[in-house]
């Protein structure tokens, strides 16, 4: 037995083994892609948001091709019950295993649940019943981020969701909404949020920060604050959290690179660029969409959808008055018919997103070759779940529901202007 076939034996979780029994796709938990990142050092691995087939295609071709541990996530606005991609919660990982298997991809990859806000109490019995069926999906990692609510009310939801989550999946949670240099995280907000996890015996594998970037196209150079993530990630060092980095679109390489090396991130989350350059827009040496003097997307000849096809897209978008950031509710109603265009356009529409995945893994990311170490950690754990980072250290009768609330009320925060902020 080769040590692939070992780990495709013992390290697939029990929803993965339920849903593909026959599969040859080494669907993990996000706890590995993590582990990997973290043996590997000053490294981190994108968390391609799947937003279309073919960006899915194209991600896990440059993560084979970069040997790299991979995450393929979606998040609860594009993917969610009021989806605007046609990839959605409970059909990524079908998606995902269905290329492995077509394309031999034997690295390994999470399938990540991202941005599953929680944004009011209200909302906490919804997603009570609703987080068991992405999990039925094959989902095998998620991010519970009710970080648009006020500090008590974040812990407590994290707190009572985690019952329906299971111990082996990867689990990220969130501190500061991500809305640019507004309402930046600070310290005391992070401590509280991972001391109060802590007390209840959960162990988030990384926790995303408010550090300065924004979803979507980013409109300036203020991008992430790599000072304050470092302060933040040595603070938190004994909880033994990694990092998770949103809003990667937009940063250019030297940042990331500083991302990378200066910071406990293991986790890049890459969306919007992945969405742009599919499509064969003109952008910079990180993704971001180059504009005209009109303000306009440039489209280049011959790279990506077909001439006509864009055109139908702009069309579509001038119709429906959508506008920059926006033209990602393109997704939904063209998928089909970019899948609808000849294989020789599908396929460097998928070339396009791997040159771009791989250039970042091996250059920026330092992910090269972690789906070994990976790999290895799945043979030594012997088993689909390696376990916490770490054991519980905080006092559980210091951290009740209204100790929780007391203390709460005493960290001083600025969380920013309202308004949605999803991406």
Excluded at 74 to 100: H, K, L, M, P, T
Excluded at 270 to 288: F, H, K, P, R
Excluded at 376 to 387: C, F, H, K, M, N
Excluded at 411 to 423: A, C, L, R, T, V
């Amino acid at each position: 037995m080769t040590d692939f076939t070992k780990a495709l034996e013992i390290g697939r979780p029990p929803n993965i083994k339920n849903l593909f029994p026959n599969s040859q796709a080494l669907i993990v938990s996000g706890k590995f892609i993590d582990r990997a990142l973290i043996k590997k050092g000053s490294a981190m691995t994108i968390a391609a948001n799947g937003r279309s087939h073919l960006v899915i295609r194209g991600a896990l071709q440059a993560a084979q091709r970069a040997n790299a541990a991979i995450i393929i996530e979606i998040a609860r606005s594009e993917g969610g019950a009021s989806a605007y991609c046609a990839i959605n919660f409970w059909n990524i990982a079908r998606q995902v295993d269905a290329v492995c298997n077509e394309l031999g991809i034997t690295i390994p990859v999470a399938i990540h649940a991202d941005h599953y806000g929680i944004k009011k109490k209200d909302d906490i019995k919804g997603a009570l019943v609703e987080i068991p069926t992405l999990f039925e999906a094959g989902v095998t990692s998620i991010a519970i981020d009710a970080s648009h609510m006020p500090d008590d009310e974040n812990l407590l939801a994290s707190i009572e969701l985690n019952s329906v989550i299971p111990k082996w999946a990867g689990l990220e949670t969130e501190v500061g909404e991500i809305k640019g240099k507004e309402g930046l995280s600070t310290v005391e907000e992070a401590l509280f949020l991972m001391q109060g996890l802590n007390a209840n015996n959960i162990f988030p594998d990384w926790i995303a920060l408010n550090n300065g970037s924004t979803h979507g196209i980013e409109a300036s150079d203020q991008g992430i604050q790599v000072g304050l993530t470092s302060e933040i990630h040595e603070a938190l060092s004994k909880y033994n959290v990694s990092g998770a980095q949103h809003g990667t679109s937009g940063n250019n390489s030297d940042r990331l690179r500083e991302i990378t090396s200066q910071t406990r991130t293991t986790k890049a989350n890459v969306a919007t660029a992945l969405q742009m350059i599919s499509w064969g827009l003109e952008v910079n040496d990180y993704g971001n969409a180059i504009l005209d003097d009109a303000g306009n997307f440039i489209k280049v000849e011959g790279q990506g959808a077909t001439e006509p096809m864009w055109q139908q897209m702009l069309d579509y978008a001038q119709s429906n008055g959508l506008k920059g950031g926006n033209f990602k509710k393109l997704n939904l109603p063209f998928e089909n018919k970019l899948l609808g265009q000849p294989k020789e356009v599908r396929d460097r529409m998928a070339k396009l997103v791997e040159e771009f995945v791989h250039n970042l893994l091996v250059t920026v990311f330092n992910a090269k070759d972690t789906a070994g170490l990976a790999l290895d950690t799945i043979l030594e754990t012997g088993s689909y779940d390696p376990g916490a980072k770490m054991d519980r250290i905080e006092e559980p009768d210091q951290w009740t529901r209204g100790k929780i609330m007391e203390r709460a009320a005493s960290i001083k925060s600025d969380k920013g202007p309202g308004g949605d902020f999803d991406d």
